[in-house]
Nanobody, 129 residues
Framework: EVHLVESGGGLVHAGGSLRVSCSAS????????IGWFRQAPGKEREGVSC????????YYADAVKGRFTISSDNVKNTVYLQMNSLKPEDTAVYYC??????????????????????WGQGTQVTVSS
């Protein structure tokens, strides 16, 4: 069974930076898509960014493009989300998740939560204005 643990959340002023990490046990990333999602109070969970474990290609939602960077360290089995130029509207609980749904498919960027089988417990990111 895959187990994911997020870390690195916290409180930061607008314009600041944070890096959140997602460490996995029970599997490697090679055949999976690893995604970062976020959920703010009263809002639906939304996809932020994802990375293909097989070729390292990445996707970013428009809201974070140019500010966030996703990366993976396959030796450490850890995926990172570097968040720069943070805005108050980035405040949310950030979750990482792993999907095998896209294996063998030629797309992976729709970031539908139901396609991700394993989820971490989430880490809170709060951006003050």
């Amino acid at each position: 069974e895959v187990h994911l643990v997020e870390s690195g959340g916290g409180l930061v002023h607008a314009g600041g930076s944070l890096r959140v990490s997602c460490s996995a046990s029970g599997s490697t990333f090679d055949d999976y898509v690893i995604g970062w999602f976020r959920q703010a109070p009263g809002k639906e969970r939304e996809g932020v960014s994802c990375i293909s474990g097989s070729d390292g290609s990445t996707y970013y939602a428009d809201a974070v493009k140019g500010r966030f960077t996703i990366s993976s360290d396959n030796v450490k089995n850890t995926v990172y989300l570097q968040m720069n130029s943070l805005k108050p509207e980035d405040t949310a609980v950030y979750y990482c998740a792993i999907s095998s749904y896209y294996t063998g498919k030629n797309y992976y960027t729709d970031m539908l939560p139901w396609k991700y089988e394993y989820w971490g417990q989430g880490t809170q990111v709060t951006v003050s204005s």
